[in-house]
């Protein structure tokens, strides 16, 4: 049975830091390229950050650049987002997702998300 989990959510002050987790298992860790969205209230999902299988290549949505990073454990077949300098608009359900390859393609795996809060 394919299963992302996350954890690491929770409530924080604005400018603090948080650390994501997404732990896999079900499926060939090395064969799918990672990432994270994100769905706050009222909002559709959007993209966040993702890593190449390899986790040489990285790549992030505008508005966390500079402050999230995104990194792999090919090993432990982890996937973790550090959130830098938090504002309470990154407030929202933070999602790990899996697809099968590097090209183009729709993720197709899900978590079940997990709950980030930002107080100003």
């Known amino acids: 049975q394919v299963q992302l989990v996350e954890s690491g959510g929770g409530l924080v002050q604005a400018g603090d830091s948080l650390r994501l987790s997404c732990a896999a298992s079900g499926l060939t860790f090395t064969n799918y390229r990672m990432a994270w969205f994100r769905q706050a209230p009222g909002k559709e999902r959007v993209f966040v950050a993702a890593i190449s299988r390899s986790g040489g290549s990285t790549s992030f949505a505008d508005s966390v650049k500079g402050r999230f990073t995104i990194s792999r454990d090919n090993a432990k077949s982890t996937v973790s987002l550090q959130m830098n300098s938090l504002k309470p608009e990154d407030t929202a359900v933070y999602y790990c997702?899996?697809?099968?390859?590097?090209?183009?393609?729709?993720?197709?795996?899900w978590g079940q998300g997990t709950q980030v809060t930002v107080s100003s």
């Open positions: 997702a899996a697809r099968y390859g590097d090209n183009v393609g729709q993720y197709n795996i």
